[in-house]
């Protein structure tokens, strides 16, 4: 049995937490308009981590929210992955000063490799590399491109780079409370070293317990946690219930 780290997901746009569908910035739904609040209540409920995306950042290429992260640095003390427009050195170094636990390094990932590498060196286990993936295909810039390389490539490119984690997110699903894509994030798992985050569309308990079964039934694939966003906001999700059936 292989307990999994549920990554309750905190989205900034404009300011506020909202949700996505299937990554449209023009389809957000806003939860709430305190950042530093929401941030208490997931670790008052048990969470150990917070997973935090600059959704403006992501498609201006440079952090945007900057003044709603720092309220949930000052308002968390468990630990914050942060992605969304880190695309340089300067910028992972500020967020790592600030109280960042993990910086995650998106479409940067498929530009420019070695500043991965680099940071990585740089900064042992607080780098990870987001995947996101529409039809097994890299995505980039807020989800607004696809690319011609599929995700397993990109994965492969950092097996000895040493990155914390892959995060693995099937943007068709995103918002969508469809289930998670189990096979892709599975399949990618088993054929990397890495850790794997697994991300986009859960929308259930049974969905979490599908990931459960399946990675405890599956040798060699790794997944050491899921991102969970829309299905904790709507209550689909009892939060208890899904950390007790993850810890287990």
């Not at 780098?127 to 990109?154: F, K, N, P, Q």
């Not at 693995?168 to 918002?175: K, N, P, V």
Request: proline share 2%; hydrophobic share 50%.
């Amino acid at each position: 049995m292989t307990g999994l780290t549920l990554y309750p997901a905190i989205d900034l746009k404009d300011g506020a937490c909202v949700r996505l569908r299937r990554g449209a910035m023009d389809e957000a739904t806003v939860y709430s308009d305190d950042p530093g609040a929401q941030a208490r209540a997931w670790q008052s409920a048990g969470c150990r981590w917070l997973h935090v995306v600059d959704l403006n950042g992501a498609f201006a290429g440079e952090s945007v929210n900057g003044e709603a992260v720092a309220a949930i640095l000052a308002a968390a003390t468990i630990p914050v992955q942060l992605g969304g427009g880190i695309r340089d050195r300067d910028a992972i170094e500020r967020w790592l000063a600030a109280g960042v636990r993990r910086v995650i390094l998106g479409s940067i990932a498929a530009r420019n490799p070695a500043l991965v590498r680099e940071a990585c060196r740089a900064f042992p286990g607080r780098i990870a590399v987001g995947i996101d993936a529409r039809d097994g295909y890299v995505a980039t810039d807020g989800w607004a491109e696809t690319s011609d390389m599929r995700a397993l490539d990109l994965a492969l490119r950092f097996e000895d780079a040493g990155a914390a984690a892959i995060i693995y997110t099937d943007i068709s699903r995103d918002g969508m409370l469809s289930g998670l894509n189990l096979e892709q994030t599975l399949d990618l798992a088993f054929q990397i070293s890495t850790p794997v985050i697994a991300s986009g569309g859960v929308g259930s308990l049974a969905d979490l317990a599908s990931l459960k079964r399946a990675v405890d039934g599956m040798a060699g694939a790794l997944v050491e946690g899921v991102i969970v966003g829309r299905a904790l906001y709507d209550g689909r999700i009892d939060l208890g219930a899904a950390l007790s059936l993850l810890a287990g």
